[in-house]
Structures are given as C-alpha cells and as structure tokens.
C-alpha cells in the first residue's frame, strides 16, 4: 500500500478513529495524492465528512490544494453537500469566489446540484452571488426551487442568456465532482427503475440486493449499480451498512430500493450479446442518434475500445480500464503477446472485479484476443509446433491449428473467461518476413479458418477476424493482405465478422483508395482496376464484415524513420514521436476549426488547446464506415482526456470528418514534401530514408 493512502481512504469513508490511529503511527494528512489530484481532505469534502475535515486541517492539511481541474476545496465540498466544513475552510484561507480553470466557482455548483445549505453557508462566508462562468452562468441560472428563491433574496441575478446557457463543454460535465466511476454528475437523472420486474416494494434489509432511488452525489452507489445490505441493527437511527464488492458505505433507508437481481447481472452468458451490448450502452447514454452496430454481429459497440496493447499489473493501468469501462467503453482488445501475457490477466482481473460487483455484466462487454505473433514467455512452447515461421531469434509466427488451440486455451486462462467474443489472427502476412510467399500464407490462412470454425463450434469464441496490413505501409514492409483473397479462404457458413488495421492521419488511404493488389510502393499491379474498386471499407461493408481502427494516435508516412504522434499531451510517448509541439498544435487548430468543435454541441476550446488527441479520436470515430477506434489509454487522465468528448456528443457530421482527414493528412504531406529541401519549415530531414534504401528490403 502506498504511504498515506490508509488516511486517503479513512477520510473518503468517514472513519474517524481508524484515521486518528493512522495519523498516529506515522502517515500524514498530504502523504498520498490520486491521478487527478485529490488528497484525503479534497475525498473527506467529496463525501461530505465535515468531521474529517476540521480533523486534518487541525493536523495541518494543506488547505489550498487543487485538483487537475482547478478545483479548490470549496468546490469539492459544493459537490459533496459538505455545508458545515464550508466556514472551517473559508477561515483556512480558500476564497469562496475562486473559480476553477473554466472560472466555475463554488456556489455556482453548490446552486447547480440543489444543496441549500451549501448555498447559505457560501453566501454567508462572502461569496459573490452574481459571479458568472461561461456555459453555466450564475448560481441563479443553475438553480431552482428553495435554491433559486434563496439567492434571489440575496440579490442574485440571472446572467444575459439567463435560462438559455448551454450545457458546459464536454469535458467539465465529466470532470467536476467525479471519481472513481468516471458517471457524469451533470447528465439528467435517472432515476433507478421502480417497475416490478427491477425492484421489490417494502423495507431493505440484510441479504438484499439494493439500488439508490435516485443520483447522490457522494457516496459508493451509483446509478445502476447493485449493492447488498450486509448489516442493520433494526433501529431507524442507524444506517444500513452496504457493500459494493470488497468497500462499503453507509445508507438510510429512504435512500434505496430493494432490487430484483437483473437478468442481465445473474446471467449465465459466457459471451456478449445484442440484448446486453445495447442495454450498457443506453445505460451509459452513449446513443447518439443511432446505436453504432459491430458490423453484422448483431453487437453493438461504443465508438471507442480500449486497446490494452501496453496494460501492466499496476492500479493507475487497472483504473484507466475500470473507469473506461464504467464510461461506456465496451469493447476490450488483447493479445497474448501485449505485455507478455500480463495484458489479458490485468483485463481478465479487472472484469472479473466489475461483474462481481455487478458494474458490467458478461454479455456487456465484448473481449477480443489475438493468435499469431510469438515472442516473450511464448517461446518456451513453440518446439514441436507444425508452421512455426520464424523471423528472427526472438520472435515466431504462427498460425497452425496446433498452435491457435493451445495459446486460446492460455489466453482463456489468463481472462478467466469461459469464451472470448472474437479471436482475431494477428498479422498473418508477417510470416513473409521469414520468407513466405503469400501463395503458402493464405494457404495457413485457409487452415487457421477452418480450425476457427471447430473452436466456435466448441463455444470458445463466439466469432473471428483478422488484424492486419491490408495496405503497403512502406517499401520496407511490402507484403499485405488482399481482403478479396482472404475471402476466398473462408469456409461455407462461416464465421468471419471482423477487420482490424491502422487508420490515422499518416496512414489515411485505406478510405479513399481502391482496395486492389498493389506493390511495394503503393501503386495498383492493374491500375485499371483501381479506378473502380471499392476502397476496403466499402469492400468490408459488402463482405457484412465490421472494421476497427488502430493505432489512431501513431502514424506511419510512407519511408519516414520515425512515428508521428498525433497528440499534444506531454507524457513520456512524446519523445518516439516525429511530430514537435507546434506541429501538433497546428493540426489541433485546423481539426478545430474544420469540425467547428468550439461551437455547440461540442463546445471545446477553441484552436490548440492541449487536446489533440481527444479531438483525433472523435474525428477518426465519426468517419463513415468506421464501427470502432481502438485507443490504448494506460492512465485514467488519459481516458478523462479522450473518452468524454466522444460520449457526451454527437458523432461530426461524416462528411466533415472526410473532409478533415483529408485536409490534415495533406498538411502531413507536405510536411514530409518540404522536409526533403533545404530550405523546409523545420521539419527534421532524417524523417526520410535515403533514396537508394528505399525498395532494397522489398526486393
């Protein structure tokens, strides 16, 4: 356990003697501080425990710390409806008309979310009712009710748009007052279903499965999920104790419902289905317009995954899943080689945590894993393998029935799952890299195919696709798939479904392009035949196969040495990509300005804003034929950096989206065109491979 996070979670719990002991044997009030800044007093505001607060100022807490968001810890108790701590802080020296960085200041929360007393306590404490923040307004245009007609009897005033102010941007709507679950404290409520089917009409007690009656703000429970009352010592006075996995929290009676277990939630499913892919996502009010289907599967899918491709045994990992997840991520992609091997335990533990819980059930969440590459750990079981190509001392491939059996049974254990959704042959074309020629790869391809169909037949996966290169990426990487040979392959009724392969700002042909056999450079072996050829997602799409888009973020151009990465946060990646800051600053600004996202109902910053990657994502998600991006997103601001913009707004317009991908991979370009001149913007030349190394790997 990390130092000071026993006080962390004392104070969150409200547990006053445990925290006394803890303070006593060593640890500190600020020893411990979460992903997005929080400290035990900001989590003690958060959850309303106005005794633990005045505890850890007395204990010399630092009251002016800020949370990533800019947020005080006024704002925190606005949130957590903490009206007695307000004066203790005020008198701490945390000024009450301090706004966070969007200048939301805390009685505009404390209006917004209907706590009174909050209200009474800040306006008591010098607190400008009039102050105004852009998409909120003032505290009285946010307010109703006992709220509104307290703060007009302070003079507040409704702000020029008064009524009529927009929601707040996207990414403040899922930032303020939110932890752990990552659920959007300023959606609209819904309250918990009270039909007979999901709730039973009388008193909880021990043994029940309970849910809220309708959205608090603190608190464990969130909308949706299934707690159990695990102890109640029969009088009205004492809350009941329930649990949520391996926490609890405590609750007054009124506060919840007996629940009915869902069908959903005690389902004996081992693989996702249409019914409960779809009831997450209008769960997780993700239908924008309408549900985004997984090709033909049946399935639908959020418009991101979360790609595990670098997903290690370590919390922040697990909470970036878990919070993903808990967003509206339903869609998990693996390897046995990511990470060797510790990818698909980590994805396994941390479902298996959440439909413990009941946050997710099964037939929710839709896994995919892969066959193909050999590396790692892997390497101990390849002797005796037929078709095992090798392509250098540390690295095999293979797809052989032999082989594909025994790593789905590996991969199965590691998830702990009884199936996984798709099985995906990973890159079989790299076996060309050992020296097959593509005659005898699709032939191994045929085979994989027709050992996939016993393995559906087996209920070990409910489907397959293939993950690969179906277009020439440079000359040094020359083979590629062609999807019409692929087909060709398949055996009658079968149950091939899915296509993965990179889409990015660099690597954009595969949308425009005529999907044909092309060289090593690119061109058409039939340039007549190109001139009319579906590109591969027009040919997916008649084939009824759906499409996932990796390596979103990570651009290959052509003969370029390096990666170009396409986001603007400063985090240890930035040093592998090509691009520099303003570069990324620019693209940000064009795709801004292109898809008009400063304006509703999107509502981001306008220009370069830190937020390129966010803004990638969303334009990549919206373009036609594109059923799901894949995004590794290893921490949880990276998912508060991406995932809520595509959730809680409506996809571009397709056409736009087109016309953005078009127009930012022109800038790359010609970027790339006047590197090669001495006179160039100040790209870095050694971007490009000398002209004589360009095809010799290919021929």
């Given at each position: 356990?990390?130092?000071?996070?026993d006080?962390?979670?004392?104070?969150?719990?409200g547990?006053?003697?445990?925290?006394?002991?803890?303070?006593?044997?060593?640890?500190?009030?600020?020893?411990?501080?979460a992903y997005?800044?929080?400290?035990a007093?900001?989590?003690?505001?958060?959850?309303?425990h106005?005794?633990?607060i005045?505890?850890?100022?007395?204990?010399?807490?630092?009251a002016?710390?800020?949370?990533?968001?800019?947020?005080?810890?006024?704002?925190h108790?606005?949130?957590?409806?903490?009206?007695?701590?307000?004066?203790?802080?005020?008198?701490?020296?945390?000024?009450?008309?301090?706004?966070?960085?969007?200048?939301?200041?805390?009685?505009i929360?404390?209006?917004?979310y209907?706590?009174?007393?909050?209200?009474?306590?800040?306006?008591?404490?010098?607190?400008?009712?009039?102050?105004?923040?852009?998409?909120?307004?003032?505290?009285?245009?946010?307010a109703?009710?006992?709220?509104?007609?307290?703060?007009?009897?302070?003079?507040?005033?409704?702000?020029?748009?008064?009524?009529?102010?927009?929601l707040a941007?996207?990414?403040?709507?899922?930032?303020?007052g939110?932890?752990?679950?990552?659920?959007?404290?300023?959606?609209?409520?819904?309250?918990?279903?009270?039909?007979?089917?999901?709730?039973?009409?009388?008193?909880?007690?021990?043994?029940?499965?309970?849910?809220?009656?309708?959205?608090?703000?603190?608190?464990?429970?969130?909308?949706?999920?299934i707690g159990?009352?695990v102890?109640?010592?029969?009088?009205?006075c004492?809350?009941?104790?329930?649990?949520?996995?391996?926490?609890?929290?405590?609750?007054?009676?009124?506060?919840?419902?007996?629940?009915?277990?869902?069908?959903?939630?005690?389902s004996?499913?081992s693989?996702?289905t249409?019914?409960?892919?779809?009831?997450?996502?209008?769960?997780?009010?993700?239908?924008?317009?309408?549900?985004?289907?997984?090709?033909?599967?049946?399935?639908?899918i959020?418009?991101?995954?979360f790609?595990?491709?670098r997903?290690?045994?370590?919390?922040?990992?697990?909470?970036?899943?878990?919070?993903a997840?808990?967003?509206?991520?339903?869609?998990?992609d693996?390897?046995?080689?990511?990470?060797?091997?510790?990818?698909?335990?980590?994805?396994?533990?941390?479902?298996?945590?959440?439909?413990?819980?009941?946050?997710?059930?099964?037939?929710?969440?839709?896994?995919?894993?892969?066959?193909?590459?050999?590396?790692?750990?892997?390497?101990?079981?390849?002797?005796?393998?037929?078709?095992m190509?090798k392509i250098?001392?540390?690295l095999?491939h293979?797809?052989?029935?032999?082989?594909?059996?025994q790593e789905?049974?590996?991969?199965?254990?590691?998830?702990?799952?009884?199936?996984?959704?798709?099985?995906?042959?990973?890159?079989?074309?790299?076996?060309?890299?050992a020296?097959?020629?593509?005659?005898?790869?699709?032939?191994r391809?045929?085979?994989a195919?027709?050992h996939?169909?016993k393995?559906?037949?087996?209920?070990?996966?409910?489907?397959?696709?293939?993950?690969?290169a179906?277009m020439?990426?440079?000359?040094?990487?020359?083979?590629?798939?062609?999807?019409?040979?692929?087909?060709?392959?398949l055996?009658?009724?079968?149950?091939?479904?899915?296509?993965?392969?990179?889409?990015?700002?660099?690597?954009?042909?595969?949308?425009?392009?005529?999907?044909?056999?092309?060289?090593a450079?690119?061109?058409a072996?039939d340039?007549?035949s190109?001139?009319?050829?579906?590109t591969?997602?027009?040919?997916?799409?008649?084939?009824?196969?759906a499409?996932?888009?990796?390596?979103?973020?990570?651009?290959?151009?052509?003969?370029?040495?390096?990666?170009?990465?396409?986001?603007?946060?400063?985090?240890?990646?930035?040093?592998?990509?090509?691009?520099q800051?303003?570069n990324?600053?620019?693209?940000?600004e064009?795709?801004?300005?292109?898809?008009?996202l400063?304006?509703?109902?999107?509502?981001t910053?306008?220009?370069?804003?830190?937020?390129l990657?966010?803004?990638t994502?969303?334009?990549?998600?919206?373009?036609p034929?594109?059923?799901?991006?894949?995004?590794?997103?290893?921490?949880?601001?990276?998912v508060?950096?991406?995932?809520?913009?595509?959730f809680?707004?409506?996809?571009?317009?397709?056409?736009?989206?087109l016309?953005?991908?078009?127009?930012?991979?022109?800038t790359?370009?010609m970027?790339?065109?006047?590197?090669?001149?001495e006179?160039?913007?100040?790209?870095s030349?050694?971007?490009r491979?000398?002209?004589?190394?360009?095809?010799?790997a290919?021929?």
């Amino acid at each position: 356990m990390e130092k000071g996070y026993d006080v962390y979670e004392y104070s969150r719990k409200g547990d006053l003697e445990s925290l006394r002991e803890a303070l006593k044997e060593g640890s500190k009030p600020d020893d411990y501080m979460a992903y997005d800044g929080s400290t035990a007093l900001v989590m003690a505001a958060r959850s309303g425990h106005s005794h633990i607060i005045k505890e850890l100022l007395a204990r010399g807490a630092d009251a002016q710390v800020r949370t990533d968001d800019g947020s005080t810890l006024l704002h925190h108790a606005a949130s957590g409806n903490c009206a007695e701590a307000i004066p203790a802080l005020i008198a701490a020296g945390v000024d009450p008309n301090e706004g966070n960085e969007d200048c939301v200041v805390p009685l505009i929360l404390a209006a917004h979310y209907g706590h009174l007393e909050c209200v009474r306590a800040l306006c008591d404490n010098g607190a400008n009712v009039n102050l105004a923040a852009e998409g909120w307004g003032t505290a009285l245009d946010g307010a109703e009710g006992e709220v509104a007609g307290y703060l007009e009897s302070r003079g507040a005033k409704r702000s020029e748009r008064g009524a009529d102010q927009p929601l707040a941007a996207a990414h403040e709507r899922f930032s303020y007052g939110c932890f752990e679950t990552g659920e959007n404290p300023h959606a609209t409520p819904v309250l918990a279903p009270t039909s007979q089917a999901t709730s039973v009409d009388r008193k909880p007690q021990v043994g029940d499965h309970v849910q809220l009656r309708v959205p608090k703000p603190s608190g464990l429970l969130k909308v949706g999920d299934i707690g159990l009352v695990v102890a109640d010592d029969g009088s009205d006075c004492v809350p009941l104790k329930v649990s949520l996995g391996e926490r609890y929290d405590y609750y007054e009676y009124s506060d919840l419902m007996v629940s009915a277990v869902s069908a959903s939630s005690n389902s004996s499913s081992s693989s996702a289905t249409p019914e409960g892919t779809k009831s997450f996502l209008v769960r997780k009010k993700l239908v924008q317009g309408n549900l985004r289907a997984l090709g033909e599967t049946g399935l639908f899918i959020s418009p991101v995954g979360f790609g595990c491709h670098r997903l290690e045994d370590t919390e922040s990992h697990k909470g970036a899943l878990e919070l993903a997840i808990s967003l509206g991520c339903n869609f998990v992609d693996l390897a046995p080689n990511y990470t060797d091997g510790e990818a698909e335990k980590v994805a396994g533990e941390v479902l298996q945590k959440m439909m413990q819980q009941r946050k997710v059930a099964r037939e929710e969440i839709i896994v995919a894993t892969k066959v193909g590459n050999v590396l790692g750990q892997q390497m101990k079981f390849v002797q005796g393998v037929p078709d095992m190509a090798k392509i250098n001392e540390s690295l095999y491939h293979c797809i052989s029935p032999a082989w594909i059996q025994q790593e789905l049974t590996r991969s199965l254990e590691r998830l702990q799952l009884k199936s996984v959704d798709c099985l995906l042959l990973h890159c079989p074309e790299y076996q060309s890299k050992a020296g097959m020629d593509m005659t005898e790869i699709y032939s191994r391809i045929r085979d994989a195919f027709e050992h996939l169909e016993k393995e559906v037949a087996k209920g070990r996966i409910a489907m397959y696709g293939l993950s690969a290169a179906f277009m020439p990426l440079r000359p040094t990487d020359a083979q590629h798939l062609d999807l019409s040979m692929v087909m060709k392959q398949l055996p009658k009724n079968h149950h091939f479904r899915i296509l993965q392969f990179p889409l990015n700002f660099a690597e954009a042909d595969a949308m425009w392009v005529g999907h044909v056999p092309r060289k090593a450079d690119g061109s058409a072996v039939d340039s007549k035949s190109a001139v009319e050829a579906p590109t591969l997602f027009e040919a997916a799409r008649n084939y009824g196969l759906a499409t996932l888009i990796n390596r979103p973020l990570d651009g290959i151009y052509k003969e370029s040495h390096g990666v170009l990465r396409f986001s603007s946060l400063d985090c240890d990646v930035r040093s592998f990509s090509e691009l520099q800051l303003d570069n990324c600053d620019a693209i940000e600004e064009k795709i801004t300005n292109l898809c008009q996202l400063s304006s509703p109902p999107f509502n981001t910053d306008d220009g370069a804003s830190g937020h390129l990657a966010g803004k990638t994502v969303k334009v990549l998600a919206s373009l036609p034929g594109v059923d799901c991006v894949l995004l590794g997103m290893r921490q949880p601001q990276y998912v508060l950096g991406t995932v809520p913009l595509l959730f809680a707004t409506p996809p571009v317009h397709s056409e736009v989206a087109l016309k953005t991908l078009r127009a930012i991979n022109n800038t790359v370009c010609m970027w790339f065109a006047t590197a090669i001149h001495e006179a160039d913007h100040g790209t870095s030349k050694h971007w490009r491979l000398p002209v004589n190394e360009k095809y010799s790997a290919a021929h």
